[in-house]
């Protein structure tokens, strides 16, 4: 077994939700490469004909959407748009958009999902996630530079100023032209991930990695991707988080195990570059329940013997990434809060091994 010390210290445009399997419709195109890139990560599904239409518009939901995985957006906000309810499958990336102060509707309360994005639009809400200092001067060398509309000229001349968009070989910018589905996937890579290659964290296990308690609905795991992001500057996301509150060792064995019934959770943790995880707690005590220490270290070694095999497999499923193991707290009295320690010792010597 390889070993993991060196384990930290410090994901679709889903339209409708749901990923298909892509048809050849982007063979040959400009932005192949890219969407191919995107689609091996999940960020990006097609349509029920197996198609991607790189060069249909792209709606201003699906955009959305797009941004909140790409930037990526993690707190949320509450929405008042007239024409979209809670049941819609991107509100979630409103409220995250909304929380990030990137979207606005139109009068009368409308966001008008459906409505194809604009190119100005598009530049706009990139640069206001991205806090882009706004250059207003830079887009007026476009020959239709009167049609860029003051709210967005900011936003416009820092994303070509970057990098992020360009004009057209007549010198126009466009920025009322509907944005394609290809082109809000090359724009968005060019402004979250700048070049690099997208690095992944996978988490499973109980209720401090599922984030229960957390009133901000972030938990632990989207604020270490946050930090590492804040720290590194690399494009660091939260892949995917596997984790169910009330989890023993014997259900994330279960799911480690049965790899036909849990393809997707084996494939992302294959692909993942770090892997986080919580578990044992449930198995050593019980919620509700009295404390009982003499009982709680009865059951200490076999659920150890289980974490122990738990990250044989994953390191078995993944051999090169990042392992942590976040140890269990006490919040109870010093004896108990000694075998807890014990506890985290054994963990911690396994994880040397």
């Known amino acids: 077994m390889n070993k993991v010390r060196d384990a930290l210290v410090l994901i679709a445009m889903i339209v409708p939700n749901t990923s298909y399997a892509m048809s050849d ?3 040959g195109h400009w932005a192949k490469d890219v969407i191919a890139s995107w689609r091996e990560t999940a960020w990006i599904g097609g349509y029920p004909d197996g198609t991607f239409r790189p060069d ?3 709606t201003r939901a699906e955009f959305v959407a797009l941004l909140s995985t790409a930037a990526p957006l993690v707190e949320e906000q509450s929405f008042d748009y007239v024409d979209v309810t809670i049941d819609h499958w991107y509100a979630q990336a409103l409220r995250k958009a909304k929380a990030a102060n990137a979207i606005s509707g139109y009068p009368g309360g409308v966001f008008a999902p459906t409505k194809p994005i604009i190119r100005a639009e598009a530049a706009s809400l990139i640069g206001r996630v991205k806090k882009w200092k706004e250059q207003p001067a830079l887009s007026d060398p476009y020959t239709d530079a009167v049609s860029i509309a003051e709210w967005s000229k900011g936003f416009v001349g820092a994303s070509v100023a970057l990098g992020v968009m360009k004009g057209y070989p007549d010198g126009t910018f466009r920025p009322m032209h509907p944005i394609t589905r290809a082109e809000a996937v090359i724009v968005l890579h060019r402004s ?5 290659k997208p690095i992944h964290i996978a988490a499973l296990g109980d209720s401090l990695t599922a984030g229960f308690g ?8 989207h604020r270490l991707g946050k930090e590492l992001r804040a720290r590194t500057h690399l494009p660091i996301y939260v892949r995917a ?3 169910v509150v009330g989890q023993k060792t014997t259900d994330v064995l279960e799911m480690l195990e049965d790899t036909e019934k849990n393809m997707e959770a084996h494939t992302i943790l294959k692909q993942a570059n770090i892997i986080v995880m919580t578990i044992g707690g449930n198995d050593i005590y019980r919620l509700g329940e009295p404390l ?9 070694p076999t659920a150890r013997e289980r974490v122990k095999k738990i990250l044989t497999n994953v390191r078995t499923i993944n051999p090169t990434a990042h392992i942590t193991y976040v140890g269990l707290y006490s919040p109870f009295d010093a004896r108990a809060s000694k075998l807890i320690q014990q506890w985290n010792d054994a963990i911690a010597q396994r994880v040397e091994e």
């Not at 979250?192 to 690099?196: F, N, V």
């Not at 009982?292 to 200490?300: E, T, Y």
């Open 25 to 27: 419709d982007t063979q």
């Open 56 to 58: 249909a518009p792209i």
């Open 192 to 196: 979250m991930l700048e070049g690099q």
């Open 214 to 221: 957390d009133e901000t609905n972030i938990g632990y795991v």
């Open 241 to 243: 988080n596997f984790a």
């Open 292 to 300: 009982d220490v003499a009982v709680v270290s009865a059951r200490m």
